[in-house]
């Protein structure tokens, strides 16, 4: 059984000819930038800076592998570069789109999408886009709504709600989630453990 204490850092590709296509299944984090996802690979491996956590947002993407495993690797989570941050140019989104179609493309060791919102906002277009592209290409995903340690006990459900209509998916699957608290941590890694 895989074990996330485990993880270590292998690499950072930017662009797919630094990918690694070794066969081993990866399960990658897309989301916005800022919205949690190094603090949400740290916390699922109980890491404090396994994957940086930065609050300076909106640096040239990189597409990053931690290996699971020990002492030879048996998966790879893959932390996606992040979207939605305005102040990038034309040309590093662009870059951004192509790294994207790259790594998604004839990529069947991809074996889950953990897209990361917002649990406090609505998901973004970019979000809505994220899925669309794991419908069309078949790869299943999962929804964790973050930082749901920002909600009042009583806006948990609307959270929920919100998020789930926004991207036209079930309810059930949408997960509150904190990096902060660990919330929703054991559950997203027995589901993440089940798809390898
Ligand atoms: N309150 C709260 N803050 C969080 C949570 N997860 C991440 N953050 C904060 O959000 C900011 C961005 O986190 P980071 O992991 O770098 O986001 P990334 O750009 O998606 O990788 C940092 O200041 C984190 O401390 C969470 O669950 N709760
Ligand atoms: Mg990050």
């Given at each position: 059984?895989?074990?996330?204490?485990?993880?270590?850092?292998v690499?950072?590709?930017?662009?797919?000819?630094?990918?690694?296509?070794?066969?081993?299944?990866?399960?990658?984090?897309?989301?916005?930038?800022?919205?949690?996802?190094?603090?949400?690979?740290?916390?699922l491996?109980?890491?404090?800076?396994?994957?940086?956590?930065?609050?300076?947002?909106?640096?040239?993407?990189?597409?990053?592998?931690?290996?699971?495993?020990?002492?030879?690797?048996t998966?790879?989570?893959?932390?996606?570069?992040?979207?939605?941050?305005?102040?990038?140019?034309?040309?590093?989104?662009?870059?951004?789109?192509?790294?994207?179609?790259?790594?998604?493309?004839?990529?069947?060791?991809?074996?889950?999408?953990?897209?990361?919102?917002?649990?406090?906002?609505?998901?973004?277009?970019?979000?809505c886009?994220?899925?669309?592209?794991c419908?069309?290409?078949?790869?299943?995903?999962?929804?964790?709504?973050?930082?749901?340690?920002?909600?009042?006990?009583?806006?948990?459900?609307?959270?929920?709600?919100?998020?789930?209509?926004?991207?036209?998916?079930?309810?059930?699957?949408?997960?509150?989630?904190?990096?902060?608290?660990?919330?929703?941590?054991?559950?997203?890694?027995?589901?993440?453990?089940?798809?390898?």
């Amino acid at each position: 059984m895989v074990n996330f204490n485990t993880a270590a850092f292998v690499k950072s590709a930017a662009s797919r000819v630094g990918f690694l296509r070794d066969g081993l299944p990866q399960l990658a984090f897309a989301g916005r930038s800022n919205v949690g996802k190094s603090s949400t690979l740290n916390c699922l491996c109980r890491r404090k800076a396994l994957a940086r956590v930065s609050g300076t947002p909106g640096k040239t993407a990189h597409v990053n592998y931690f290996s699971l495993g020990d002492p030879h690797p048996t998966a790879y989570l893959v932390d996606l570069p992040g979207y939605g941050f305005a102040r990038v140019s034309k040309s590093e989104r662009e870059r951004w789109g192509r790294l994207m179609e790259d790594y998604f493309t004839d990529n069947r060791a991809l074996k889950m999408l953990v897209l990361l919102t917002d649990a406090r906002h609505a998901p973004t277009a970019d979000d809505c886009t994220m899925l669309d592209v794991c419908r069309a290409r078949g790869i299943a995903y999962r929804v964790v709504a973050n930082k749901c340690d920002k909600l009042k006990a009583s806006g948990r459900a609307e959270a929920v709600a919100l998020t789930a209509k926004t991207l036209d998916v079930p309810e059930a699957a949408v997960l509150l989630f904190s990096a902060e608290t660990g919330e929703g941590r054991e559950l997203l890694e027995r589901e993440l453990r089940a798809c390898l």
